[in-house]
């Protein structure tokens, strides 16, 4: 496990028991059990009480763990029978993005989701979750294509926004956000998106444009990264943590105001300590927010999803 600056207190009590468990290994003579158990329920209990006091900065931090589960361990987990649609049939393939036909639980759904790789090969290869603007003209045909033949959207975010390249720029990157999201908000058939770590700017905002958006307990979506918001409000992207705490940027804060619909709870210590049951809760948080909308008429999908997003943040302004 890799531990954040915050875990350090953790880590030093999950070091001892682990030089206790191999002191044990090498003389089995030696007993380390009820030493070893003290050890750990304190780290457990220590580690509960760093996550009970969470600041919006430490969230940004476990939002971008290393360990944290992307998406392709979500797809290979929850869907069955997947097929992977490539291209934006219009310049190229977009790694940073992969969409595609599956089946979830016994239903046809068309998935889009944000992969930023695991290791230094694999980052590359997926840009590290920033899409080009081909990235969101896939998407986009991918959407068409669930339109056409009924199927539910589920889209899975982790991004720390679009890619600014001066390539991107020049193909149109904006633009191909911006239609991205027009798409979604035309739709009729039921979309339900969930942010799994970080929800970056448009880059996410394209792929979260949906009936429902639900967003993992530690996970963080905001219109700028922290560093970026003090790079222009302070000139130094060392009042990160200050610009964390004033964007509102943690899943508690969201749901207070009407931008998500529902927090998924993760394990303690995040996630990353626990990937697969992450994964299982999300799982069954699509499953449930695909139910809620089982009834609804096409148009009514659609009104749904407009009348949304025309009404975040009326509850906290007190309109």
């Known amino acids: 496990m890799q531990y954040l600056d915050f875990e350090k207190r953790v880590a030093e009590l999950d070091g001892k028991a682990e030089e206790l468990r191999a002191l044990a290994r090498n003389d089995p003579k030696v007993d380390t059990g009820d030493a070893v158990e003290k050890l750990v329920e304190q780290s457990r209990s220590m580690l509960g009480e760093i996550y009970t006091k969470l600041t919006p900065w430490q969230r940004c931090q476990i939002a971008r763990h290393p360990q944290r589960p992307h998406a392709e361990e979500y797809l290979s987990a929850l869907l069955d029978e997947f097929t992977l649609l490539a291209g934006d049939r219009g310049f190229a393939e977009d790694n940073a993005v992969i969409g595609g036909l599956a089946r979830f639980r016994g239903r046809s759904v068309m998935v889009i989701a944000q992969e930023k790789g695991h290791d230094t090969q694999s980052r590359l290869h997926r840009n590290f979750g920033m899409a080009r603007p081909e990235g969101y003209r896939k998407a986009i045909r991918l959407m ?21 390249g001066k390539g991107a720029e020049e193909r149109g990157q904006s633009e191909a956000i911006a239609r991205s999201t027009e798409k979604s908000l035309e739709l009729t058939v039921p979309m ?22 639900a967003m993992l307990e530690h996970s963080i979506y905001s219109v700028i990264s922290p560093e970026g918001c003090a790079s222009i409000l302070w000139k130094s992207a060392d009042r990160a943590e200050d610009a964390a705490a004033a964007l509102k940027l943690t899943a508690q804060d969201l749901l207070a105001l009407g931008v998500i619909d529902r927090v998924v709870p993760e394990p303690l210590g995040g996630a990353q300590r626990e990937p697969k049951t992450a994964i299982a809760a999300v799982g069954d948080t699509i499953l449930e927010l695909l139910d809620d909308m089982a009834g609804l008429a096409p148009d009514a999908l659609r009104a749904d999803r407009r009348r949304k997003f025309l009404e975040m943040g009326k509850k906290k302004l007190g309109g």
């Open 144 to 164: 068409e294509m669930a339109e056409r033949f009924k199927i539910p959207i589920v889209t899975l975010i982790d991004t720390p926004g679009a890619y600014p």
């Open 192 to 213: 339900v998106a969930v942010v799994i770590g970080e929800g970056g700017s448009g880059g996410a905002v394209a792929f979260a444009t949906a009936n429902r958006i």
